[in-house]
């Protein structure tokens, strides 16, 4: 092949370079002059095998801009939505979120991503200082380690400390009351399985301290096949089984360990199995598995709360998921923060949201509060409760009790060297 | 590492009866993918990267006619036979074209449409899992043998895989359409002179290979989740299977599988931690001790 542009820069791209550079200059000036509508920036997983999740947060998050904008919008500023697809690749999220602020001119930052975005995106919002509000990261340390503490930042995903303390006490509680002494443990083998079944079974055996664990199964991520893992279970003979699998996986457990009879064997609990996207998919969900709150339009029991879940499943013709609470949560603190503060300025709205508490369907007394000290959400509907096949699918759900919550938060927190 | 439970599990009928067939399990539908992949391999000289995607098909085929009919025989014909289709056209139209071409190149169309068929998946199906649910006949207790748990549906796949498995054997060596795909297998050249339409023997091959992986996936849809994408992990297994059995060798498929299955079985009993490593470590103790594979034959 032979060479016809001589190299170097040619007087026709050094134009385009020139105009492209003129074009960035004058782009966020534009923005800027016409300040009638503000942009919020938010990375999210859109496409892969968490895509659903995703999905279910912009649907939440857009459901909740509408409410603002028809009333006027974020102290005057109609919201405009920026929404990015990271792919669940931290460094993609952290390039995402950079360019949405950069590029994009967005002000304010929904960070929608799992654990391992989050860190990523965390660090930009160090870096640039962009006010911005964690939605899903459940990965206590976000908040709770105070290397990580950055004035613009908050969170109003829940928490895995408080889950487990939730988990371990009703566990617990069951145990003692049914005498169930011999635990086994399945949870998928990466950071997140290992984490939250630890915790799990610390505060397991904190308020139950005959609790034994007799076998451990750890299964990979997206695992296809677990009838070894189930065969396996079924010949350590315990009394009760935990699992943190979720989605998929969780529905391919349930259908094989089903075959084998397992859930008349052993009382089970399973944390995510109460969040709509497992429950309406599985075909014969056994009666009586117990299971956390992810999202439950009926819990907690409120007018408020069901006409939240049934308004969102009738724009979007799919229950809302453990995400979309989460989201919606978040335009709804930053609304009423900037109302607070007249003004839709990022370090003004941080500063009123410190400490605030405002009215929420997912609150466990009707509020949640935006915790001053440490930046994450606290007061929100929690709980543990039973499975039936059909709707409601968890009937009663037995609420955790904060005050706890908070005493032992405080106690793993100094055991964890934060405070 | 848990050598007590291993041994305790070795010494006890119960345990024994268990493990064994859920190993069984585990094996059968990995054979019926890898020999797909193995019979492709030994006819067409091809490595069919996208084999798994006709495992996830069979799945999606079978789910639907579940939903449609009601009928679980229907629902494993619909992933068989669809699955056959697909794998007939995918050969005449796309891969008939990379036959002489470069590994790399065949690769890379394969690569090319793993990518395309998840997203047809998505597109048609949608991207979040889905269950296909059991058939009511087989929501029934496990049966008991000899103190071991063995649920029925497990039976039922285990006797169809193997049916496929002996229909395969006679069928290749004593069928004269097998004598001639052996044949074509071994000199498409002179098959051709002697006046057989090669074409329509590849054809059938990968028919045949994408109608084994399409019935896998529509026997392990009731118990499995189906998302788009649920076929890579088997075809990873898969290619272990035939790297263990030797490529192009049936008997090596069942037997690689089924080792694999044990394996993970016991493996997870003795070896918690590590029985995904175990699989591994089986095949480089094949390849150093055997590159061939246990059944596979000297390269000429």
């Given at each position: 092949?032979?060479?016809?542009?001589?190299?170097?820069?040619?007087?026709?791209?050094?134009?385009?370079?020139?105009?492209?550079?003129?074009?960035?200059?004058?782009?966020?000036?534009?923005?800027?002059?016409?300040?009638?509508?503000?942009?919020?920036?938010?990375?999210?997983?859109?496409?892969?095998?968490?895509?659903?999740?995703?999905?279910?947060?912009?649907?939440?998050?857009?459901?909740?801009?509408?409410?603002?904008?028809?009333?006027?919008?974020?102290?005057?500023?109609?919201?405009?939505?920026?929404?990015?697809?990271?792919?669940?690749?931290?460094?993609?999220?952290?390039?995402?979120?950079?360019?949405?602020?950069?590029?994009?001119?967005?002000?304010?930052?929904?960070?929608?991503?799992?654990?391992?975005?989050?860190?990523?995106?965390?660090?930009?919002?160090?870096?640039?200082?962009?006010?911005?509000?964690?939605?899903?990261?459940?990965?206590?340390?976000?908040?709770?380690?105070?290397?990580?503490?950055?004035?613009?930042?908050?969170?109003?995903?829940?928490?895995?400390?408080?889950?487990s303390?939730?988990g371990g006490?009703?566990a617990?509680?069951?145990a003692?009351?049914?005498?169930l002494?011999?635990w086994a443990t399945c949870s998928?083998?990466?950071?997140?399985?290992?984490?939250t079944t630890?915790?799990f079974t610390?505060?397991l055996?904190?308020?139950?301290?005959?609790v034994?664990i007799?076998s451990e199964s750890?299964?990979?991520?997206?695992?296809?096949?677990?009838?070894?893992?189930?065969?396996?279970?079924?010949?350590?003979?315990p009394?009760a089984l935990y699992s943190c699998l979720?989605?998929?996986?969780?529905?391919?457990?349930?259908?094989?360990?089903?075959?084998?009879?397992?859930?008349?064997?052993m009382e089970v609990f399973a944390v995510?199995?109460?969040?709509?996207?497992?429950?309406?998919?599985?075909?014969?969900?056994?009666?009586?598995?117990h299971?956390?709150?992810?999202?439950?339009?009926?819990?907690?029991?409120?007018?408020?709360?069901?006409?939240?879940?049934?308004?969102?499943?009738?724009?979007?013709?799919?229950?809302?998921?453990?995400?979309?609470?989460?989201?919606?949560?978040?335009?709804?603190?930053?609304?009423?923060?900037?109302?607070?503060?007249?003004?839709?300025?990022?370090?003004?709205?941080?500063?009123?949201?410190?400490?605030?508490?405002?009215?929420?369907?997912?609150?466990?007394?009707?509020?949640?509060?935006?915790?001053?000290?440490?930046?994450?959400?606290?007061?929100?509907?929690?709980?543990?409760?039973?499975?039936?096949?059909?709707?409601?699918?968890?009937?009663?759900?037995?609420?955790?009790?904060?005050?706890?919550?908070?005493?032992?938060?405080?106690?793993?927190?100094?055991?964890?060297?934060?405070? | 590492?848990?050598?007590?439970?291993?041994?305790?599990?070795?010494?006890?009928?119960?345990?024994?009866?268990?493990?064994?067939?859920?190993?069984?399990?585990?094996?059968?539908?990995?054979?019926?993918?890898?020999?797909?992949?193995?019979?492709?391999?030994?006819?067409?000289?091809?490595?069919?990267?996208?084999?798994?995607?006709?495992?996830?098909?069979?799945?999606?085929?079978?789910?639907?006619?579940?939903?449609?009919?009601?009928?679980?025989?229907?629902?494993?014909?619909?992933?068989?036979?669809?699955?056959?289709?697909?794998?007939?056209?995918?050969?005449?139209?796309?891969?008939?074209?990379?036959?002489?071409?470069?590994?790399?190149?065949?690769?890379?169309?394969?690569?090319?449409?793993?990518?395309?068929?998840?997203?047809?998946?998505?597109?048609?199906?949608?991207?979040?899992?889905?269950?296909?649910?059991?058939?009511?006949?087989?929501?029934?207790?496990?049966?008991?043998?000899?103190?071991?748990?063995?649920?029925?549906?497990?039976?039922?796949?285990?006797?169809?895989?193997?049916?496929?498995?002996?229909?395969?054997?006679?069928?290749?060596?004593?069928?004269?359409?097998?004598?001639?795909?052996?044949?074509?297998?071994?000199?498409?050249?002179?098959?051709?002179?002697?006046?057989?339409?090669?074409?329509?023997?590849?054809?059938?091959?990968?028919?045949?290979?994408?109608?084994?992986?399409?019935?896998?996936?529509?026997?392990?849809?009731?118990?499995?989740?189906?998302?788009?994408?649920?076929?890579?992990?088997?075809?990873?297994?898969?290619?272990?299977?035939?790297?263990?059995?030797?490529?192009?060798?049936?008997?090596?498929?069942?037997?690689?599988?089924?080792?694999?299955?044990?394996?993970?079985?016991?493996?997870?009993?003795?070896?918690?931690?590590?029985?995904?490593?175990?699989?591994?470590?089986?095949?480089?103790?094949?390849?150093?001790?055997?590159?061939?594979?246990?059944?596979?034959?000297?390269?000429?």
């Amino acid at each position: 092949m032979t060479r016809t542009r001589t190299p170097g820069i040619s007087r026709r791209s050094t134009l385009a370079l020139m105009g492209a550079g003129a074009m960035s200059v004058a782009a966020p000036w534009v923005a800027r002059a016409q300040a009638k509508t503000i942009k919020i920036g938010m990375p999210t997983i859109l496409s892969g095998r968490v895509a659903q999740l995703g999905t279910s947060s912009r649907n939440a998050v857009m459901l909740e801009v509408e409410k603002v904008n028809a009333a006027g919008g974020l102290a005057g500023r109609q919201i405009e939505m920026v929404i990015r697809d990271s792919k669940g690749q931290p460094q993609e999220a952290a390039r995402v979120a950079r360019e949405l602020v950069n590029t994009d001119g967005c002000e304010l930052m929904i960070d929608a991503e799992a654990s391992s975005g989050a860190f990523a995106v965390h660090e930009v919002a160090r870096d640039l200082g962009v006010f911005c509000i964690h939605t899903n990261s459940e990965t206590s340390a976000l908040t709770a380690d105070p290397k990580q503490h950055i004035p613009n930042a908050f969170r109003t995903a829940r928490q895995g400390v408080h889950d487990s303390i939730v988990g371990g006490s009703y566990a617990a509680a069951i145990a003692k009351a049914k005498g169930l002494k011999k635990w086994a443990t399945c949870s998928p083998d990466y950071a997140y399985g290992r984490d939250t079944t630890a915790e799990f079974t610390l505060y397991l055996k904190r308020f139950a301290p005959e609790v034994e664990i007799i076998s451990e199964s750890w299964p990979k991520l997206f695992q296809a096949d677990y009838t070894e893992v189930v065969t396996k279970i079924l010949q350590a003979k315990p009394q009760a089984l935990y699992s943190c699998l979720w989605g998929g996986d969780l529905t391919s457990y349930i259908d094989q360990a089903n075959i084998y009879a397992m859930f008349g064997q052993m009382e089970v609990f399973a944390v995510n199995m109460a969040d709509y996207t497992a429950l309406t998919v599985v075909k014969n969900l056994p009666k009586g598995i117990h299971s956390g709150n992810r999202y439950i339009k009926t819990f907690p029991t409120t007018p408020e709360n069901a006409a939240w879940g049934d308004a969102y499943k009738a724009k979007f013709n799919e229950y809302p998921t453990n995400w979309s609470w989460e989201n919606a949560t978040a335009i709804m603190l930053m609304a009423e923060a900037a109302k607070k503060a007249n003004s839709a300025d990022g370090k003004k709205i941080a500063e009123v949201l410190k400490g605030l508490t405002i009215k929420c369907p997912f609150g466990a007394d009707g509020t949640v509060t935006m915790r001053g000290d440490d930046h994450t959400l606290v007061g929100y509907a929690i709980g543990w409760g039973t499975t039936i096949p059909q709707e409601p699918y968890v009937p009663e759900v037995k609420a955790g009790d904060w005050k706890t919550i908070f005493e032992l938060e405080a106690e793993w927190k100094k055991s964890k060297g934060y405070t | 590492m848990d050598i007590d439970a291993l041994a305790g599990c070795l010494s006890s009928s119960a345990c024994l009866v268990t493990q064994t067939t859920s190993g069984l399990i585990i094996g059968m539908l990995l054979f019926l993918v890898a020999v797909g992949l193995t019979l492709i391999f030994g006819v067409l000289k091809v490595v069919n990267f996208s084999h798994g995607a006709f495992y996830m098909f069979g799945a999606y085929f079978a789910m639907t006619a579940y939903q449609l009919t009601d009928s679980f025989a229907l629902a494993m014909l619909a992933g068989a036979a669809g699955t056959a289709v697909l794998g007939l056209i995918f050969e005449r139209v796309f891969m008939s074209r990379v036959y002489g071409a470069d590994v790399l190149m065949q690769l890379l169309v394969c690569y090319a449409f793993v990518l395309i068929f998840d997203d047809v998946v998505r597109i048609i199906w949608g991207p979040e899992f889905k269950a296909m649910g059991m058939p009511a006949a087989f929501q029934v207790m496990p049966l008991f043998i000899a103190g071991g748990v063995v649920p029925p549906y497990y039976l039922l796949l285990i006797g169809v895989a193997l049916l496929a498995a002996i229909v395969l054997g006679i069928g290749l060596s004593r069928s004269r359409i097998g004598k001639v795909i052996r044949a074509a297998a071994h000199n498409p050249g002179m098959v051709s002179a002697l006046g057989i339409n090669t074409g329509l023997i590849y054809g059938g091959v990968f028919a045949l290979g994408g109608m084994l992986a399409g019935l896998a996936g529509a026997l392990a849809a009731p118990v499995r989740s189906l998302t788009p994408g649920m076929g890579f992990s088997v075809l990873i297994e898969s290619f272990i299977v035939t790297v263990i059995g030797g490529m192009g060798s049936i008997l090596g498929a069942l037997i690689g599988a089924l080792l694999l299955g044990l394996i993970r079985s016991f493996g997870s009993l003795g070896f918690p931690l590590f029985t995904e490593g175990l699989m591994y470590l089986f095949m480089v103790i094949v390849l150093v001790s055997k590159p061939t594979g246990l059944f596979g034959k000297e390269a000429a």
